[in-house]
């Protein structure tokens, strides 16, 4: 779990808006709004996406070809955000995705990273050990799919496009959307019909 | 002879340090009131070309590790960027002491 910040580090955060406040740089209307804003982009964006991806064939070579236009398409101003791209998964090939430098997430597709994208046991071990992190989430690979591990940055972003499972067969994009998840689309998981 | 430098301590990557370290999927922890406030200044901040995130990483990965790893995410971010405004003169430095 996150420890709570320390008082210091609350009275800091009130010395520093209280004097970007006093130059006229940034108004607490300004944080407020900032903070709706980036409150309303979540996994259900990125989970559209997929879905439209597996039933959208035209959409799909898009999403694989330039993922920050795909997600304008979708009503996602990508405006100052960095290229995403799109990892697509195959029968023998599976895509997990880590920013081992620090926290560079797909943000305006996934919402806020979750805390252990952050934390330094993830950061470390999904290069080394992407099948352990993987069963730490109950999930095994079948024998003969691969795993590739793609470090994220901060000029590049990465989600994973992964595979439709069976018996999804017939299912609309609402109902396909509802059975992708944020860990699905970084990689730690695999979505099912079930 | 390896004269490859040790890494940097934010470049955790493999890090022998962490290799016993369980991951927690359930440790979901969306930012709290502190980590918005500090998140929604940095997009403000970045927006009116006050910071870059290339600076805002400089200011991260400055910090020695003990505080690193000590400070939660986003009281490393308000350490880099609060430092960076003031190395900026955007505002003062002595705006930030107690």
Redo the contacts between chains.
Sequence with gaps: ??????GD?????E??????A??G??SEE??AT??ER??RASPEIGARMVARAWTDPAYRALLLRDGTAAAEQMGVSMA?APPLGVLEDSATLHHLV?C????CYPRMVLG?P???Y????????????PRG?LA??GTVLPDGVGVRVV?ST?DYRWMVLPQRPAGTEGWDETRLASIVTR?HLVG?ALPSAA | MDDTPPPATHDLGGAPRFRCTPVDPDDEAPPDAFGKRVDAIRQILARKGLLTVDEMRRGIEALPEAEYHALGYYERWLRSISGIMAEKGVIGAEDLRP
Aim: charged fraction near 20%.
């Design positions: 779990m996150a420890a709570p910040p320390t580090s609350i009275a800091l955060l010395r520093f808006v209280a004097a970007l006093a130059r740089i940034v300004e944080i900032q903070i980036t409150d100052g880590v081992t430098l620090c926290s806020y979750p805390h252990w952050k934390s330094a046991a993830y950061r470390a071990r999904a290069v080394r050990d992190v730490e989430w470090d901060a860990d730690v």
